[in-house]
């Protein structure tokens, strides 16, 4: 079973107007990084397949491609790949976020 992890700013400051993570402000962050790409249904291949709705910024990692999910002002990623950890933990930062497990 994988780990979730959660990017928010829910333990920032006393406004709660400005803790949520936006997701213009997401686009824009994202739009910077040349190692992600954003799309709007995230496919899962397998002996089945299955669309999700939502709001993703995928992550390319070598051939692997690894969902940042932007959902209620919060960014969740699944930590099944242990290279994304490094790579959740310079998002948060940058988005003065703290990572949380769960």
């Known amino acids: 079973m994988s780990q979730r992890y959660r990017i928010t700013r829910e333990f920032q400051g006393n406004d709660n107007s400005s803790q949520a993570i936006s997701l213009e402000e997401c686009k824009q962050y994202f739009e910077s990084k040349p190692d992600f790409s954003y799309t709007s ?3 899962v291949t397998g002996a089945t397949s299955m669309s999700i ?3 993703f910024f995928m992550w390319s990692y070598g051939d692997t491609k690894i969902p940042f999910r932007h959902y209620q002002g919060d960014i969740y990623v699944s930590g ?3 290279a994304v950890i490094p790579k959740m933990i310079e998002v ?5 976020a703290d990572v ?3």
């Open 41 to 43: 249904v995230f496919t």
């Open 53 to 55: 709705d939502g709001d």
């Open 80 to 82: 099944t790949n242990e």
């Open 92 to 96: 948060a930062g940058e988005l003065g």
């Open 100 to 102: 949380l497990e769960g």
